[in-house]
């Protein structure tokens, strides 16, 4: 979808064609000679008026008039098909009506239609090219004419919930939905995102594949499609929270308090922290925090994201203030605390919050049964084998927080939740944890499972 033109093309007007300033050669020319009555410009235009709300390409998969692109290119269609009109443009400038067949809202992808009986169409490759291979992405962004952008393929991305590739090259935002090709003009992703800097991101062909045989098994029917969605964001949400669930989350200081790390790999976790008085500044408060995220989103609609992870955890102390004062600028960190997905009002209902006081006695209890147990497991040992006893574990000090949990329902998707969780410590004077966590787009049970593990893996030292 297009929101800018990013530099880096040269547009030749007589031939609507531009290679990247890195790519000027041969097996550009070559593919642009070879390829390009099978890239497609994709339009959503708005049914009263006619103007475009959005443009993205697409490309031939299959002679039957098949074409891929992304989801987010045509969601508006999805979302409101009475509202909005799909069309293509062709190499040639001529229009046509399309119709979304099919969807994978998680890969981002979509299946439209073309009302034709033949068409010239892409191979798609059954292999990944080597890390460093050289690369060629197709797109027709705006109204500029086909872009064919040189790069290289540099391996799938580190550290993601989700699989995509890394593709080295200036690829412009309009070219979303186009093909990335290899050097034997086989197509082995699809464009999905750029973040500038020659920084793109594809969609790998499998998950392309898998959407092809899934829509010629099972073709869905308009009114279809949205169940379709609501399907593949419970599939997805069960594997993600199965993942968090199942994990044995890491533990790291921040302040007075030990709390969660990175709990997957696909959280990245930063850190800062500020000195009350250091460095002759005027900070009143010292404050040490830690932020983690996963904001890989699904794009639903315009507003409307979900699929994402935030929790973060601060701690403050003071020796410069009174407990009052120091407790009227904790309450105003502890109001500071949002949603971490964008949504559109109507999309979902207002937050329902349910508040609660809860200490950490259970844990406290836990952890002295497990003490003494390793402790007489060890005595028993020594006697036999003149081992040492177990280490003694520093016992976890009382924790008492005022927490509320928020939920707000999904309106168009049953039984999905965004989820708000702020917890704040109450039982020091002059020192405090201020700990959140927001969930977007799961199953109110999976929830509240994964509440109390968050609280269980929080402790004050």
Not at 81 to 109: C, M, W
Not at 162 to 180: D, E, V
Not at 386 to 409: D, E, G
Request: with cysteine; proline share 2%.
């Amino acid at each position: 979808m297009i929101n800018r033109f990013v530099a880096g093309c040269l547009l030749i007007l007589g031939a609507g064609f531009c290679l990247s300033a890195s790519a000027g050669n041969s097996e550009a020319q070559n593919l642009f000679e070879t390829f390009n009555d099978r890239i497609y410009q994709i339009r959503v235009l708005e049914a009263g008026s006619g103007t475009k709300t959005s443009v993205g390409s697409g490309f031939a998969i299959a002679a039957d008039g098949l074409l891929a692109t992304n989801y987010h290119v045509v969601s508006d269609w999805v979302q409101h098909p009475k509202r909005y009109r799909l069309e293509y443009i062709d190499n040639t400038g001529k229009a046509g009506e399309l119709r979304v067949v099919d969807v994978d809202v998680i890969n981002d992808l979509a299946l439209v239609q073309r009302d034709v009986t033949e068409q010239t169409y892409l191979e798609l490759s059954s292999n990944i090219p080597q890390r460093g291979a050289e690369a060629y992405s197709l797109g027709n962004p705006r109204d500029l004419g086909m872009t064919v952008v040189h790069g290289t393929y540099s391996g799938f991305v580190e550290r993601s919930f989700y699989r995509r590739i890394l593709f080295s090259g200036a690829m412009n935002p309009g070219m979303s939905g186009g093909p990335t090709l290899d050097a034997d003009g086989e197509v082995f992703g699809v464009n999905v995102a750029t973040s500038g800097n020659g920084i793109g991101f594809l969609v790998p062909v499998d998950k392309l594949h898998a959407l092809i045989k899934q829509y010629r098994s099972n073709p869905q029917t308009q009114d279809s499609l949205k169940t379709r969605i609501h399907a593949q964001l419970k599939n997805n949400q069960q594997r993600f929270m199965d993942i968090l669930l199942d994990a044995k989350w890491p533990t790291i200081d921040v302040g007075r308090a030990k709390v969660i790390g990175e709990m997957a790999k696909f959280a990245r976790c930063w850190g800062e922290s500020t000195q009350a008085g250091a460095d002759n500044n005027k900070e009143l408060v010292s404050t040490v925090r830690s932020l983690c995220t996963h904001n890989e989103y699904i794009y639903l609609g315009r507003d409307f994201t979900t699929g994402g992870l935030e929790y973060e955890f601060t701690s403050v102390e003071t020796d410069q203030l009174s407990s009052s004062q120091f407790y009227a600028r904790y309450e105003g960190m502890i109001g500071s605390v949002n949603s971490v997905n964008k949504v559109k009002e109507g999309k979902v209902s207002n937050f329902s919050c349910h508040e609660a006081f809860v200490d950490n006695n259970v844990a406290i209890e836990a952890q002295q049964d497990a003490q003494k147990i390793a402790e007489e497991k060890a005595a028993k040992a020594h006697k036999k084998t003149s081992k040492k006893t177990a280490a003694v574990v520093s016992p976890i000090k009382p924790m008492i927080m005022r927490v509320s949990l928020c939920t707000r329902a999904y309106a168009d998707f049953d039984d999905l939740y965004d989820v708000l969780f702020i917890g704040a410590t109450v039982n020091h004077k002059k020192q405090g944890l201020v700990a959140h966590f927001t969930l977007a787009g799961v199953d109110k049970n999976l929830a509240m499972k994964f509440s109390k593990k968050f609280m269980e893996n929080i402790q004050w030292k």
